[in-house]
């Protein structure tokens, strides 16, 4: 009878959910059978926030990532829920770093502000959290002078990169291109403040696809997206 109980529940359980069993999809026109079935598989986020922090630049992901259905966390590395920005807008993190294991994420983001990206630079449990993702080949993004925390770790050794002017000299082993965002493998950059709403589109559309990020373009009557 236990046998029994067991081959059933595991093919009940390989029916409902096939892709996660490992099994090649049999529905015409999906490669994915828990996208014909209905399945959801939410990407999951962080993104780090500092005292200082270019304000813009951080929530913009954050708003952008939450209407794509991504779930995305904003964690504190201050010691405080509170979160300064480098403009005097104070932000309420949804967790302190130290409350975190971050084995569930799938992405790790950085927003720039000069002060916010000295502070993330210095916080040993982020640089060996930034390591761990590296040598893993797992997502990483960053903007505006961020960059340079992910580069001056040799993280971008190889890479296409881009970052707010002036920091260049910190992407160690990076070809520096002139593009508003690079994608370059496992690592997402982007120049600034201004290039906000193409950064976090471009990490909608490497963790879910291009569609959804022309849809979250469009919904915000953003013409500028390619």
Same mark, same amino acid.
């Given at each position: 009878?236990?046998?029994?109980?067991?081959?059933?529940?595991?093919?009940?359980?390989?029916?409902?959910?096939?892709?996660?069993?490992?099994?090649?999809?049999?529905?015409?026109?999906?490669?994915?059978?828990?996208?014909?079935?209905?399945?959801?598989?939410?990407?999951?986020?962080?993104?780090? !926030?500092? $005292? %200082?922090?270019?304000? #813009?630049?951080?929530?913009?992901?954050?708003?952008? =990532?939450?209407? *794509?259905? +991504?779930?995305?966390?904003?964690?504190?590395?201050?010691?405080?829920?509170?979160?300064?920005?480098?403009?005097?807008?104070?932000?309420?993190?949804?967790?302190?770093?130290?409350?975190?294991?971050?084995?569930?994420?799938?992405?790790?983001?950085?927003?720039?502000?000069?002060?916010?990206?000295?502070?993330?630079?210095?916080?040993?449990?982020?640089?060996?959290?930034?390591?761990?993702?590296?040598?893993?080949?797992?997502?990483?993004?960053?903007?505006?002078?961020?960059?340079?925390?992910?580069?001056?770790?040799? !993280?971008? $050794? %190889?890479?296409?990169? #881009?970052?707010?002017?002036?920091?260049?000299?910190? =992407?160690?082993? *990076?070809? +520096?291109?002139?593009?508003?965002?690079?994608?370059?493998?496992?690592?997402?950059?982007?120049?600034?403040?201004?290039?906000?709403?193409?950064?976090?589109?471009?990490?909608?559309?490497?963790?879910?696809?291009?569609?959804?990020?022309?849809?979250?373009?469009?919904?915000?009557?953003?013409?500028?997206?390619?």
């Amino acid at each position: 009878m236990i046998s029994f109980l067991t081959n059933y529940i595991i093919k009940a359980n390989i029916l409902l959910y096939p892709g996660q069993a490992g099994i090649s999809c049999r529905f015409p026109g999906y490669t994915d059978c828990n996208e014909r079935l209905g399945v959801i598989n939410m990407s999951k986020v962080y993104i780090f !926030l500092a $005292d %200082g922090f270019e304000e #813009i630049e951080g929530l913009t992901v954050v708003d952008l =990532l939450r209407r *794509a259905g +991504i779930d995305i966390d904003m964690v504190s590395i201050s010691g405080s829920l509170e979160v300064l920005g480098g403009h005097n807008i104070t932000v309420k993190a949804d967790m302190l770093f130290e409350d975190g294991d971050y084995l569930d994420a799938d992405m790790l983001v950085l927003p720039g502000g000069k002060v916010g990206t000295d502070n993330l630079a210095a916080h040993e449990g982020l640089d060996r959290l930034l390591r761990d993702f590296a040598s893993k080949s797992k997502l990483l993004a960053a903007i505006c002078a961020a960059p340079s925390v992910l580069g001056s770790k040799g !993280l971008l $050794d %190889g890479k296409k990169a #881009i970052c707010y002017p002036g920091f260049e000299g910190y =992407l160690k082993g *990076a070809t +520096i291109t002139d593009e508003a965002v690079v994608t370059d493998g496992n690592v997402i950059t982007s120049k600034g403040m201004g290039t906000a709403i193409d950064f976090a589109l471009a990490i909608i559309k490497k963790l879910k696809t291009e569609e959804e990020a022309e849809k979250i373009a469009a919904s915000i009557q953003y013409a500028h997206y390619n």
